[in-house]
């Protein structure tokens, strides 16, 4: 391998203790402890596990959190009265509701009902809007954990070509915003499964953006000489997990490259806890 490695865990444990520091100040400042409301429906096992992170990190980090378990017979009216319970709550700052949300419930309907004032996954249209004009409220947690390994790796967005595999609302799209901005300057291009010659779109990136949730999508010689390659993918194979990009390949011709897991991953739970405090601080009048 000829890649060097983008350590997420490494740039991740920087940023929490940052915000470790950051909200024991805000503490001591306003007697206010910043609070996480998650709420997980049902019991799908990987979100019950990524839940059970974001937890740990809060408790790690001295921010409280609350996790709130429904059964996955909730019924929409149940979940929309607990998101207003918690939106009305004001000892609680940010609310997560984690996805996917079992299929009989409107996740949108849900998402939208969040106060945006406590939207630390930045999914409410509000916050999406905001980040699309360039002033925004919360920064979309693995959009902003990627824009962050960039920065901590020295690799420069400034008019380089940058390709994005995927164009969810949780990152592909927001991602392009985040780069689109002023100060990233980046000129981006999304690709999605209609996308024609696909391969040859990767091949012309000198940042690689894979986030479509297939294993091994983004194959090494889809990879220019020198890019930079960020996996997004978190995918269960078997008994491993494997990321969006056929990883020893690709690191054979990149400069630099994140590894899965323990690459994007943990800058997200990062990320999160960085807009908690923020939504706090937003609560108590201490940023506008
Ligand atoms: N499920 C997978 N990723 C996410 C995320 O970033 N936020 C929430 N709420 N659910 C998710």
């Known amino acids: 391998m000829t890649a060097t490695l983008i350590d997420g865990k490494q740039i991740s444990a920087e940023c929490r203790k940052e915000t470790a520091a950051s909200a024991e100040q805000f503490v001591n400042e306003t007697g206010v402890r910043p609070h996480l409301a998650a709420v997980l429906v049902g019991d799908d096992p990987a979100s019950q596990v990524y839940v059970r992170n974001k937890e740990l990190a809060c408790e790690r980090a001295g921010l409280q959190s609350t996790l709130h378990r429904l059964p996955a017979e909730t019924t929409q009216q ?21 996805l996917p949300l079992p299929s009989h419930l409107n996740s949108t309907q849900i998402l939208d009902a969040i106060t945006p004032l406590k ?15 360039g002033r925004p409220r919360f920064l979309p947690c693995t959009p902003a954990g990627v824009m962050k390994m960039l920065e901590v790796s020295g ?13 969810s609302d949780i990152v592909g799209k927001p991602m392009a915003a985040l780069l689109l901005q002023k100060g990233a300057d ?14 040859e779109e990767c091949r012309r990136a000198e940042i690689l953006i894979a986030a479509v949730g297939i294993p091994e999508f983004v194959r090494g010689d889809w990879v220019r000489p020198g890019a930079v390659i960020i996996d997004v993918g978190i995918n269960r194979v078997g008994d491993r997990l494997a990321g969006d990009v056929e990883f020893a390949a690709a690191a054979e011709r990149a400069a630099a490259i994140t590894p899965v897991p323990g690459g994007v991953g943990p800058m997200t739970i990062a990320m999160l806890l960085q807009n908690t405090l923020h939504a706090a601080r937003l609560q108590h009048g201490f940023v506008s």
Do not use: K, M, Y
Request: charged share 20%.
């Open 78 to 98: 149940e979940l929309l009265a607990l998101v207003q319970t918690l939106n009305e709550d004001v000892s609680v700052h940010g609310i997560l509701v984690q």
């Open 119 to 133: 939207d630390v996954d930045a999914f409410h249209p509000e916050n999406v809007g905001r980040l699309l004009q």
């Open 155 to 167: 690799t420069e967005t400034a008019g380089r070509r940058v390709t994005i595999v995927g164009r």
């Open 186 to 199: 980046a000129t981006v291009t999304i690709c999605h499964s209609r996308t024609a010659e696909i391969a």
